[in-house]
């Protein structure tokens, strides 16, 4: 079904490619003298606004009763494609360690599948408190990391500890209600 939240889920899917074109590909013709810092800045303002789309995509489902099947799995997948855009694009031009983000992905993915098993054993799959501040925490290291603020590896290794933790979490409550 199409409706606002996911319109906005997908709006978000076709943002991460070109969030991470400002990344990586900073020697295209088209960006030429441009200085590296206005990529950073454009990286960042779409990192924001998408991030900003992962807000009112749930909030606006919720409140106006617009969830789908669709949407429960588009929101998602949005987020990660986000998420690993940006923070593959910051490893490739050396702002984020690669064993940090290396245990960020690997937690998305295996909390991912995790999450499908669940779901398929109609059980219930919901993003906890800490799963919801892992988020935030990892959406606040990612623009500290893009404007190369400082603090940002700070923040990345914090967000790898919630990201962690959350997994832990995960795994946790399965085992105990199996």
Request: charged share 15%; net charge neutral.
């Amino acid at each position: 079904m199409i409706n606002l939240p996911n319109i906005l889920a997908f709006i978000r899917i076709l943002m991460a490619p070109l969030m991470f074109l400002f990344l990586v590909d900073r020697d295209l013709p088209i960006f030429n003298g441009m200085d590296s810092s206005w990529l950073d800045y454009f990286a960042a303002l779409l990192f924001v606004l998408a991030s900003v789309t992962d807000f009112f995509d749930g909030y606006i489902a919720r409140s106006w009763n617009q969830m789908t099947k669709l949407g429960a799995v588009l929101d998602p997948l949005a987020d990660k494609m986000l998420i690993l855009a940006a923070f593959l694009g910051l490893m490739y031009i050396g702002r984020a360690s690669p064993w940090a983000i290396l245990l960020i992905l690997v937690r998305e993915f295996f909390i991912t599948g995790l999450r499908v098993l669940m779901a398929g054993e109609n059980r219930s799959v919901k993003a906890s408190f800490i799963g919801k501040t892992k988020t935030v925490a990892q959406m606040f290291a990612i623009g500290f990391l893009m404007m190369n603020w400082p603090y940002a590896t700070t923040l990345l290794w914090f967000a790898v500890f919630l990201t962690l933790y959350s997994g832990y979490e995960y795994v946790y409550t399965y085992i105990k209600e199996s």
